[in-house]
């Protein structure tokens, strides 16, 4: 079946612009994770839906980061007035149980 | 504060050499450990998950052990399609609830034909 999606996955911006970055998750999956991972960092956690509940959001790195899921299904995160700091990969996950996590194939942010 | 490391930084090894990675991990309650490929260029792929010590899963060439501090990712007889950066990461207990899992830096492993 399908897996997780992601678009775009490359997005060159300049400093100070606003970015969107998308994610479909696979058909069912009730927990969605935004990630990011930098050049020599791991992975780390910024944002999980589950279901109908509010976001848990303690892993966003400044208020100019923010995520939305609409309908339970889709979701954008969005990083305004981007700074060079924010050039990363941008991974998203869904999970079925919220115990396994899928992975989509990123999108690499570069921020000039 | 929960921590994961991964060692070695980096393997390199012959085709049908076998060998270990290791993940230490210091969690206040480890509800699930997971291991995950990534090649360059693309998302983690899963691989295992432990949930309890002395759990072991197996694939193809893979296998995976976990104690009540380490887990180990067993290599044998690799080929140079095993070549990837293979990473650990733990999901903790707790009231949160969240989920969201807590990654090492991850062993980058080249195996040469």
């Known amino acids: 079946g399908a897996g997780v999606s992601q678009s775009p996955s490359n997005k060159v911006t300049e400093k100070g612009k606003d970015v969107e970055l998308r994610c479909d998750p696979i058909s069912g999956h009730t927990a969605l994770y935004w990630y990011r991972q930098s050049l020599g960092q791991g992975l780390e956690f910024l944002i999980y839906?589950?279901?109908?509940?509010?976001?848990?959001k303690s892993g966003l790195p400044s208020d100019r980061f923010s995520a939305e899921r609409t309908g339970g299904s889709v979701s954008t995160l969005t990083i305004q007035r981007t700074q060079q700091e924010d050039s990363a990969v941008y991974l998203c996950?869904?999970?079925?149980?919220?115990?396994?996590?899928?992975f989509g194939p990123g999108t690499r942010l570069t921020v000039l | 504060e929960d921590q994961v490391t991964q060692s070695p930084e980096a393997l390199r090894l012959q085709e049908g050499e076998s060998s270990s990675l290791n993940c230490s991990y210091t969690v206040s309650g480890l509800r699930g450990l997971f291991w995950y490929r990534q090649d360059p260029g693309k998302g983690p792929e899963f691989l295992f998950t432990l949930y309890s010590a002395g759990e072991e899963k197996e694939k193809e060439r893979l296998k995976a052990t976990l104690t009540k501090k380490e887990s180990f990712l067993h290599i044998t007889a690799p080929k140079p399609e095993d070549s990837a950066t293979y990473l650990c990461?733990?999901?903790?207990?707790?009231?949160?609830?969240?989920?969201?899992?807590?990654f090492g830096s991850g062993t980058r492993l080249q195996v040469q034909p």
């Open positions: 990461a733990v999901q903790v207990t707790g009231d949160t609830g969240r989920r969201a899992l807590t």
């Open positions: 996950a869904s999970s079925l149980d919220g115990d396994t996590q899928y």
């Open positions: 839906f589950q279901g109908n509940s509010a976001p848990d």
